[in-house]
């Protein structure tokens, strides 16, 4: 079982950056994919990056590369989303994410097995 929480969303204005940080309990979390995504009131969850542990690579979604950083620190049991140049078009709920198979499996929330609460993230024009 794992148990994750959010924390560092807030209100930005455009331009601006935010650091997203998501605590992970649990001993096996340096062996999960750990991944970030995003919703709108009404809208469908959307994936936003991935830090995949069984080859090490990072994946995004095509609006945030070059932007947006996902990074771990198993140490910590933490995976960070570094968000820069901030639009409000970014403003949503974002949701932490693990997958216990360690692998990529696609950009469906369904693939996914461990969830946070999220945190709200604002972006004023």
């Known amino acids: 079982q794992v148990q994750l929480v959010e924390s560092g969303g807030g209100l930005v204005q455009a331009g601006g950056s935010l650091r997203l940080s998501c605590a992970a309990s649990?001993?096996?979390?340096?062996?999960?994919?750990m991944a970030w995504f995003r919703q709108v009131l009404g809208k469908e969850r959307e994936f936003v990056a991935a830090s995949v542990w069984s080859d090490g690579s990072i994946r995004y979604t095509d609006s945030v590369k070059g932007r947006f950083t996902i990074s771990r620190d198993n140490a910590k049991n933490t995976v960070y989303l570094q968000m820069n140049s901030l639009k409000p078009a970014d403003t949503a709920i974002y949701y932490c994410?693990?997958?216990?198979?360690?692998?990529?499996?696609?950009?469906?929330?369904?693939?996914?097995?461990?969830w946070g609460q999220g945190t709200q993230v604002t972006v004023s024009s």
């Open positions: 649990g001993r096996t979390f340096s062996s999960y994919t």
């Open positions: 994410a693990a997958d216990s198979t360690s692998y990529y499996r696609g950009t469906a929330p369904s693939r996914y097995d461990y």
